[in-house]
């Protein structure tokens, strides 16, 4: 079988190539490598990213962000408390006006690699979960179904110009989004969020993964078709 070559754009350092016997989209060895090698390059270029730099880039995120949620009249937006140096765009609960709402994802407590999403503000009490990342405790009333989000931003560890995304590798938001992609949640818009750096020239993608309709940075808000994907 000829090989093909998964080739990705490295912007903030040389990383090794990765080549594959198998056709594309197929899940094997070499693609498991592939993604754990991208993984590790791209959670560095973003933890390297400097203090200055990276407050900077949020704030730029979170203009986008802002100017999203107005243009879609969103009430109700799911975000995420950061973690292992991804963007921090829980300023965003402090801007919401008093008809809007926050939630954030908690691993769920039956469901594996599942999450729930939990209304949260700044004064709700928080607890790190299992990764080290804070959570709201699960109580019934505070669960926001996700058919009721209407902004979904989705932390990312790489992206691509298709709109492809490799996350940490639980698959918690490829199960989060699966009956989007199936027409199911009409009212939800997932938008990826990320630095600049966290975007390669194409991702190697399994049937599961979910390819994000949006993708907001600093310096871009990408909109993707189906078609692009
Ligand atoms: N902010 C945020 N919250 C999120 C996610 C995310 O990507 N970002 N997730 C997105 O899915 C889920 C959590 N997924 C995660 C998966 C792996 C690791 C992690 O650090 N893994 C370790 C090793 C595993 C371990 O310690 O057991 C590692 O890779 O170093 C963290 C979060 C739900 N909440
Ligand atoms: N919809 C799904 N149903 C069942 N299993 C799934 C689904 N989506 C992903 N998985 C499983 O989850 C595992 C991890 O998937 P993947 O490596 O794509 O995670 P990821 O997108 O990087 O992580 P995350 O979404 O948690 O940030 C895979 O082994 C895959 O089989």
């Known amino acids: 079988m000829a090989s093909s070559r998964i080739e990705v754009k490295y ?9 594959t016997d198998t056709p594309k989209n197929a899940l094997n060895a070499a693609d498991e490598l592939s993604r754990t090698l991208l993984r590790k390059h791209f959670r560095s270029c973003r933890k390297q990213i400097g203090e200055a730099q990276r407050a900077q880039a949020e704030q730029k995120i979170l203009e986008r962000v802002a100017e999203l949620i107005q243009h879609r009249g969103a009430t109700t937006i799911g975000g995420y408390f950061p ?3 991804e963007p921090d765009l829980t ?47 699960c109580e019934v009333p505070s669960v926001v179904p996700l058919a009721a989000i209407h902004v979904l931003l989705v932390p990312l560890v790489a992206f691509d110009q298709h709109g492809n995304r490799l996350g940490m590798g639980g698959g918690f938001f490829d199960r989060t989004l699966a009956p989007w992609l199936r027409g199911e949640l009409p009212h939800l818009l997932p938008v990826g969020v ?18 994000l309709p949006m993708i907001i940075t600093p310096s871009k808000s990408w909109q993707f078709s189906r078609r692009d994907v």
Do not use: Y
């Open 83 to 85: 973690n292992d140096g």
């Open 91 to 137: 300023p965003l609960m402090t801007q919401l006006a008093p008809h809007q709402r926050f939630a954030v994802p908690v691993l769920h407590p039956f469901h594996k690699n599942h999450l729930l999403f939990l209304r949260t503000d700044q004064n709700t009490p928080l607890q790190p979960n299992k990764f080290g990342i804070p959570e709201p405790a």
């Open 194 to 211: 990320a630095f600049d750096e966290q975007q390669a020239e194409s991702l190697p993608h399994a049937h599961w993964d979910v390819p």
């Open 11 to 19: 912007p903030c350092q040389e990383a090794p190539e990765v080549t």
